[in-house]
């Protein structure tokens, strides 16, 4: 095509000016301003003179049908949907993976939520003292919670737990020397690396022990003038299993106190919950640190506790008021969201059964085999009556393994009953692939054994509806 036919082709695209006179562009979008709307014809117009470009002689129909001043309208009603719709949105995760950092770790609590919207839509007491009537903290709307549940003296929030033990290294450590079991020195996936922390801190790595064994005179024998601080770090994410040695918490804490050293623990998750009580896992719960008498300790609140993003920091008083008057505070004080979140999701934490049916993690990691095997026998018997779905799958139920993640109990297998799923002329990968591009709700799975495997544990209540709405739409997309 020659570059004159090449113009009158193009010319055939209306003027936005032209289109903005549409009785149509009125209707479609009447509640946006004219700036905006604009915008959006502007970007069809571009759109189809890029299409013209890329492929220089579409058909003549089909072209004529795109030029219509209502098919513009329409393409720009689509940008404008595309613009307006978040970018982070929800997916359905079907993993079995219930802390999935990757796929925002905690979902919060229905209190929680209740408690981000009221405090974050409205004015609040954030950092006002409403009985004098004057400047208040915004550290005191948690605290006394922490330590209510915890049995520790004082209580900090911070941005997230890598800060937190930043902080804590920094307040109490700068310029000297910590001490760490060469067992404990974790990588927390990427960045978060204690030998890099202790850098980034200003302190000092004093490496004590082996990798699998650290006796207390290895610890005894490192405590010199310089030393600050002694660090304990859960081995949250793996397990040195066999030939292996720690000093239990009491000989440290004992150590530290003989030496006038702070002990200070960094435990990955913390729980609140009393897990193993539920014959899951073996993780001790945050209160059995403070009870222990160590000086600070550190944990999530995102993980096991399943609340929002947040570092907390329990200890002795003078500890944590060291922490709290540090110039770095500034930088990594939580937002009244967070707090908000975390108060009501603490609420929970004063009885057991509540915890379990409020707090979405505790209940999923507690939820039982039986439980799941009732969950995958509805949602197999929903695929099954669906017309459509049952052409394009096969459904079968097996027994499968359900992780907590988030770098929590690595070890720990939960018991569940999966949903086998295999779509026809699909391998299992581009089945997968095709879920996760599902328009509506992307869904996430897990493969195994060649096959796509839904496990209902992550599956939120209510959410079984959406499941079969995403598959749905996906096997319109096929037959389409
Ligand atoms: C997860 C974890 C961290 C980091 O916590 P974030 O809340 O993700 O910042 C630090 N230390 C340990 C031992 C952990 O398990």
Same mark, same amino acid.
């Given at each position: ?9 193009? %010319? ?8 903005? &006179?549409?009785?149509q ?17 502007? &970007? ?16 003549d129909?089909?072209w004529a049908?795109m ?19 978040p970018?982070l949105r929800?997916?359905?995760?079907l ?6 950092t990757?796929?925002g ?40 919670r922490?330590c209510?549940?915890?049995g ?11 800060? #937190? ?13 910590a ?5 404990q ?9 204690? /030998? ?25 024998q490192?405590i ?16 040195i ?6 000093? /239990?918490l ?6 530290a106190r003989?030496r ?7 435990? $990955? ?13 073996d993780?001790?719960?945050?209160s059995?640190?403070?009870?222990a ?12 506790? $399943?609340?929002a993003?947040?570092?907390i ?13 540090? /110039?770095?505070?500034?930088?990594l ?5 967070t ?24 209940r ?31 459904? &079968?139920?097996?027994?499968a ?8 109990l690595?070890?720990?297998e939960l018991?569940t ?10 391998t #299992? ?27 209902? %544990? ?6 079984e ?12 997309e096929?037959?389409?």
């Open positions: 095509m020659t570059s004159i036919e090449k113009q009158v082709a193009l %010319r055939s695209l209306p003027a936005v000016g032209h289109l903005l &006179e549409f009785p562009t009125l209707s479609v979008f009447a509640d946006y301003p004219l700036a905006l709307v604009t915008r959006f014809l502007g &970007e069809a117009v571009a759109e189809l003179r890029e299409m013209w470009d890329r492929d220089p002689a579409p058909g129909d089909a049908q030029v219509l001043p209502e098919s513009i309208i329409q393409r720009a009603h689509r940008i404008l949907n595309v613009y307006l719709s970018h929800p997916v359905l995760n993993t079995g993976t219930v802390i999935h990757n796929l770790r905690a979902p919060l609590s229905e209190r929680a939520l209740q408690a981000v919207h009221d405090v974050a839509s409205q004015y609040s007491n954030l950092e006002y003292d409403l009985t004098p009537g004057k400047r208040g903290s915004r550290h005191d709307h948690v605290a006394k922490l209510a549940l915890t520790a003296e004082a209580a900090l929030v911070v941005n997230n737990n890598a800060a #937190a033990v930043l902080l804590a290294l920094r307040s109490l450590a700068q310029g000297g020397e001490v760490v079991s060469r067992g020195l974790v990588e927390i996936g990427g960045s978060f690396r204690i /030998p890099d922390i202790m850098v980034q801190a200003g302190v000092l790595l004093k490496e004590v022990g082996t990798t699998n064994k650290t006796h207390l005179r290895d610890y005894q490192a010199g003038e310089n030393t600050r601080l002694i660090l304990k770090v859960h081995t949250s994410n793996y397990r299993v066999g030939f292996v040695h720690q000093p /239990p009491a000989d440290l804490v004992e150590l003989q006038q050293v702070p002990l200070f623990e960094d435990l $990955g998750s913390g729980a609140l919950f009393d897990f193993p009580d539920f014959g899951v896992g993780e001790p719960t945050v059995n640190s403070i009870r008498g160590v000086d600070l300790v550190s944990f999530s609140g995102d993980k096991l506790l $399943g609340g993003q947040a570092g920091l329990l200890g002795k008083q003078d500890v944590v008021a060291k922490l709290r008057s540090h /110039p770095w505070m500034r930088a004080r939580v937002d009244k969201m707090l908000a979140a975390l108060e009501a999701t603490l609420v929970a934490y004063a009885d057991s059964d509540m915890a379990r049916k409020e707090v979405p993690v505790v999923m990691i507690t939820a039982s085999y039986e439980e799941m095997t009732k969950q995958a026998a509805v949602l197999e018997k929903a695929i099954a009556a669906d017309e459509v779905l049952a052409k394009v799958l096969d459904v &079968e139920q097996v027994d393994v359900s992780r907590i993640g988030g770098g929590a690595p070890l720990t018991p009953r999966c949903l086998r799923l295999q779509a026809k002329g699909l #299992a990968q581009q089945f997968s692939d095709q879920l996760r591009h599902v328009p509506q709700v992307p869904v996430i799975t897990r493969i195994a054994h060649d096959a796509v495997l839904c496990d209902p %544990r992550t599956l939120l209540p209510g959410q509806g959406l499941m079969l709405d995403s598959l749905r739409q996906w096997a319109q096929l037959t389409v």
